[in-house]
């Protein structure tokens, strides 16, 4: 693809071989280039240390707030707030019907698979159950005492 742009913006787009076609061209004009143009600015502040003297950690954080168009009414939750201590695990050798249960029964929708030593091997989704039974429904009783 060539194209050549005049005062008034794109006068010629095509293919090279096109580019012969071409009757008449305006000539070359002077390039208008700013020296600075590019070049990084300078958005320091000069005395940083004044900046957050008078401001109080409470004050910076509102200003943070409203910039980032964060709703400060909104209640802000922790991932200790949304997680549970106890945490209900399953090994290799437990059967899908043992997790379906399991989910159902504490109102769970997933569950960490562990390791013999007690590492994290994955995790098992209420979804990843059901898209399991639902793929082999034939097969059904059988897939469901699988283990995972």
């Known amino acids: 693809m060539f194209a050549i742009y005049n005062n008034n913006g794109l006068s010629f787009r095509s293919t090279i071989d096109n580019l012969y076609n071409l009757s008449n061209v305006d000539s070359i ?3 208008r280039n700013n020296v600075n143009e590019g070049l990084p600015k300078d958005h320091s502040v000069k005395d940083k240390k004044k900046l957050y003297e008078k401001k109080s950690l409470k004050e910076a954080s509102e200003a943070y707030k409203r910039v980032a168009n964060i709703d400060t009414k909104e209640q802000i939750f922790h991932i200790k707030d949304l997680m549970t201590k106890d945490v209900i695990t399953l090994t290799q050798e437990n059967t899908l019907l043992e997790a379906y ?6 109102d769970i929708r997933q569950i960490p698979i562990m390791s013999e030593d007690n590492h994290i091997m994955g995790l ?7 898209d399991v039974l ?4 034939e097969f059904a009783r059988n897939t469901i005492k699988k283990k995972y």
């Open 101 to 106: 249960n399991l989910m159902e029964d504490n």
């Open 29 to 31: 004009a002077r390039s």
């Open 124 to 130: 098992l989704t209420h979804k990843m159950l059901l």
């Open 134 to 137: 639902v793929n082999d429904i």
